[in-house]
């Protein structure tokens, strides 16, 4: 008897204009101690496989056919108080969202505890004692102290091992993993992905992984399956799926991963994508509003120069200065960024990534050393109205496009927005122009200006966060984690386009990534960093063939490795 077995699975949403059906006639097993593994891009019903598991779907979201059974029980027909006792005591769920599966408003000891207390009965002791010892495990340090601390205190890959903790607290039978490492660096991914084999090993639990990571999949799952429009095309074992795919779907996706062995000009278009992130075939960037900013820095061999930055920041306040404390977030960094190349940041969470970003726009103010901008020094600068010139030529692509873009604005008002801020059109007709230009140019069309962020996918809105980017025609493009969130086959789109407008612009850029072989295939040269400190800059090719530091190759040996069980004519 399989510990999970769903048959002829039907999710439907119904609508005013007739039902969206989410998952179609999906039948798939569980046994205890095994790791299935489900692919596919965004949309394909991955998540809605989980939901529908596990009791959430959210209304008016119906299981319209088939069945559920856990360990040999229906639960799909369950009433809801039944469903409410399954959920955290046989069924643990890993949310994707680390910020919307904490309460801000409650430490982390408290949802711990409480979540403990609810299921097993242990008393407020053992409750704390079992909780600290979970944070330990999923690798949080000095989980004693952290413990006490709200979400908001933890960093984003933190945040995600204590969802983790919070997932595993009653011992569940089955866990139900979803995008559980897409905010973890590779050193911090490595650690919960030994944990979670682990817990199925030494407990004999299920676990359904979801995730658009294929070398996690190499790496975790015993088998495989493939998910297109809500349906399963192809499954198997993992060596099978991935080492020798029968279906093209499933071969477009595997070539869309990102290599870590060579640099490769493009990534494949994915079979059956209709909605490309690219150029337009007739994009004349001697016409396009964008071109008349392409020439910027021309004699200037580098744009940007740090020298010796340091951020610090206050971790305990007191009017007595020794038992003040402090966090040293970036020490003494020094490097430069050279006109027209794309310079990548790497390290593990915390490392100081992206406080070097904000140091650079201005968010942050730096506690030592310079920051020189060609040949202005923005740390000498006095005054927001003396650093606006520079910070229009400066702009961030952030990691989160569901948080970064304002939900009751329309996109045609989100992409206007920096231009009349910086009064960059002189009539609101000329704005709207221009708005409708930067959305041909990111693949979504005017069409796209009058529609509310919410009516888009996580890839297409971060295309609109690269069209806002791009609407104060910056020199300098800050790329902070852009592709995380996103499945593979729209992150090589993204790529792509990027790619596409970093050539055609003579774009500068910084792009920031946990992602090794994301940072192999975009950036020129590298930088690794680790506790606020540069330790090693290098050719990309160098860098990944010969690191000089210790610590870089152990990054590099960290990296989940889809071509272990790829044939060599799949690898090539």
Not at 38 to 57: F, M, R, Y
Not at 65 to 94: C, F, S, T, V, Y
Not at 290 to 314: I, P
Not at 447 to 468: N, V
């Amino acid at each position: 008897m399989s510990l999970l077995d769903v048959r002829g699975l039907q999710v439907e949403f119904p609508s005013r204009r007739g039902h969206v059906v989410a998952v179609r006639d999906l039948t798939i097993t569980v046994e205890p101690g095994e790791i299935l593994g489900i692919v596919g891009e965004s949309g394909a019903g991955k998540s809605t496989i989980g939901n529908a598991v596990v009791g959430l779907l959210e209304p008016p979201g119906r299981v319209s056919g088939g069945e559920i059974r856990l360990q040999g029980e229906r639960i799909d027909n369950l009433p809801d108080a039944l469903k409410r006792a399954l959920r955290g005591r046989k069924i643990g769920m890993i949310f994707q969202d680390p910020l919307t599966s904490l309460d801000p408003l409650r430490t982390i000891e408290r949802q711990l505890v409480d979540t403990i207390d609810y299921h097993l009965k242990l008393g407020e002791e053992a409750a704390v004692a079992r909780a600290v010892g979970l944070l330990d495990a999923v690798g949080i340090p000095d989980p004693a102290v952290r413990i006490k601390q709200y979400p908001h205190q933890f960093s984003g890959g933190m945040r995600q091992r204590a969802v983790i903790a919070l997932a595993l607290c009653a011992d569940p039978e089955l866990v139900i993993a979803d995008e559980p490492t897409t905010a973890l660096d590779v050193s911090v991914q490595a650690q919960i992905l030994d944990l979670m084999k682990g817990l199925c090993w030494d407990r004999q639990v299920g676990m359904i992984l979801i995730t658009h990571d294929m070398g996690v999949i190499a790496e975790m799952a015993d088998r495989v399956a493939v998910m297109y429009r809500g349906r399963v095309v192809e499954t198997g074992t993992t060596a099978q799926v991935l080492g020798a795919p029968a279906h093209d779907y499933t071969r477009s996706l595997i070539s869309a991963v990102p290599r870590p062995d060579v640099k490769v000009p493009r990534f494949p278009r994915v079979t059956y994508i209709e909605d490309a992130a690219e150029l337009p075939e007739d994009f004349d960037l001697s016409t396009h509003w964008l071109g008349q900013a392409r020439n910027f820095g021309a004699g200037h061999a580098e744009l940007v120069r740090l020298e010796d930055a340091s951020m610090r920041f206050t971790t305990t306040r007191s009017m007595w200065k020794s038992r003040r404390r402090y966090l040293d977030a970036v020490d003494r960094v020094s490097f430069e960024i050279r006109n027209g190349e794309v310079f990548g940041l790497v390290g593990e969470s915390g490392s100081g990534k992206s406080t070097v970003a904000r140091m650079i726009t201005g968010i942050y103010r730096p506690t030592g050393g310079r920051i020189r901008f060609g040949d202005t020094e923005l740390t000498a600068l006095q005054s927001r109205a003396a650093a606006a010139p520079y910070r229009r030529q400066m702009q961030m692509v952030f990691q989160d496009p569901f948080s970064s873009l304002n939900g009751r604005m329309r996109v045609r008002d989100i992409v206007a927005e920096p231009i009349h801020f910086h009064k960059l059109a002189p009539t609101r007709a000329e704005a709207a122009r221009i708005v409708d230009q930067l959305l041909d140019v990111v693949g979504l069309g005017a069409q796209a200006a009058q529609r509310f962020p919410h009516e888009f996918s996580g890839g297409q809105r971060q295309r609109i966060s690269i069209a806002r980017a791009l609407a104060t025609r910056p020199r300098f493009l800050i790329c902070d984690e852009p592709t995380s969130a996103l499945d593979v086959s729209i992150q090589a789109q993204i790529l792509n386009l990027l790619k596409d407008l970093q050539q055609e612009l003579n774009l500068t850029m910084l792009f920031i990534s946990h992602d090794l072989p994301v940072i192999r295939q975009m950036c020129d040269r590298v930088g690794v960093m680790r506790h606020g400190k540069l330790l090693e800059v290098a050719a990309t090719d160098a860098l990944f063939e010969k690191p000089k530091h210790a610590y870089t190759r152990h990054l590099l040996s960290l990296m989940p490795k889809l071509e272990r069980i790829m044939q060599p004519k799949m690898a090539e």
